[in-house]
């Protein structure tokens, strides 16, 4: 899912911040992506030095905390119950920092824990 929302977004022309969970020194830049950057609306930011050569489970978190912490609106298209992500989205509730998800009967674990569902076409309009 992730990689197809890239992908419509770099059709687009809205500004897009890209950060792996690793280093990006030597990172090779995907051909996809290069008219963003050449057009100044393709950034791509990592907290992680050279020796973090390879994505991680804990990089991973550590990336999606600097990510929320730099964000002012979170979305979440689902999170298992009980997983990284939802707990991760309990501490950013907790924090009031507000995060969407859609309205399914999958994501209901998150609206519940305090997540604003929204079904697609509000929550674009949610994120104007």
Known sequence: MEKECLD?????????VICPARSIENMRIPKAWRTGIDEGRL?????????HKRPTTQLTEQRNRFVAELANKIVIGHATE??????????????KQPVY??????NMPLIQ????????NDLVQALK
Do not use: H, M
């Open 113 to 120: 824990q305090g997540a604003i569902g929204k079904a697609v």
């Open 101 to 106: 998800t859609l309205d399914v009967s999958d």
């Open 82 to 95: 009980n997983g990284k992500i939802a707990s991760l989205c309990s501490e950013w509730i907790d924090s």
């Open 43 to 51: 950034l791509i930011l990592s907290p992680f030095g050279v020796k």
């Open 8 to 16: 419509l977004l770099l059709r687009g022309d809205q500004p897009i």
